[in-house]
T-cell receptor, first 111, second 116 residues
């Protein structure tokens, strides 16, 4: 079965600092990869997705992610974090006609 | 355009009671999903519909959970009887076709269930 691992349960960064959230996946073929964000009391919102082609993908809100097949990783990055980025972030892999999610990483932003 | 609408947002019941959740997907989205999100975990698929047909219900605990999407639009997820371990957020999502091709599931805000 396909799986996604997000090694960090919580991450705290200072406002204005850079951010990297880690994601590793297990999938036999070329994966379809996604990052979603969930703010408190809100539904999940798609940040970005990777299907094929350029391994560096740009998303909304200034986020980007890089697909590295050799490392089975799809890490999410942002060069300068804003306080409004505090939320929970989920990495997911497409498995047939559904998404398999990781356990999430909670991002805290300190001023 | 309205997003995925779920109700109720919150529900508190005692164990062994029944509960039902309702979802109205985005207009035109033929695929509907019910996910369960336990505290501290990512969403896990319970059931997926293509129009009115349940095409993946392998993770649905069929002894107590049931779901329907009679006219291929809105859907209801029922638990009867509820157990303490059913406390979770139940998320509904919809997509137009295969998310691996379209790239996106649209999620509702979820229904938070607490079983006492």
């Amino acid at each position: 079965a396909q799986s996604v691992t997000q090694p960090d349960i919580h991450i705290t960064v200072s406002e204005g600092a850079s951010l990297e959230l880690r994601c590793n996946y297990s999938y036999g073929a070329t994966p379809y990869l996604f990052w979603y964000v969930q703010s408190p009391g809100q539904g999940l919102q798609l940040l970005l997705k990777y299907f094929s082609g350029d391994t560096l993908v740009q998303g909304i809100k200034g986020f980007e992610a890089e697909f590295k097949r050799s490392q089975s990783s799809f890490n999410l990055r942002k060069p300068s974090v804003h306080w409004s980025d505090a939320a929970e972030y989920f990495c997911a892999v497409g498995d047939g006609n559904k998404l398999v999610f990781g356990a999430g990483t909670i991002l805290r932003v300190k001023s | 355009e309205a997003g995925v609408v779920q109700s109720p947002r919150y529900k508190i019941i005692e164990k062994k009671q029944p509960v039902a959740f309702w979802c109205n997907p985005i207009s035109g989205h033929n695929t509907l999903y019910w996910y369960r999100q336990n505290l501290g975990q990512g969403p896990e698929l319970l059931i997926r519909y293509e129009n009115e047909e349940a095409v993946d219900d392998s993770q649905l605990p069929k002894d107590r959970f049931s779901a329907e999407r009679l006219k291929g639009v809105d859907s209801t997820l029922k638990i009867q009887p509820a157990e303490l371990g059913d406390s979770a957020v139940y998320l509904c999502a919809s997509s137009f076709g295969d998310p691996a091709n379209t790239g996106e599931l649209f999620f509702g805000e979820g229904s938070r269930l607490t079983v006492l």
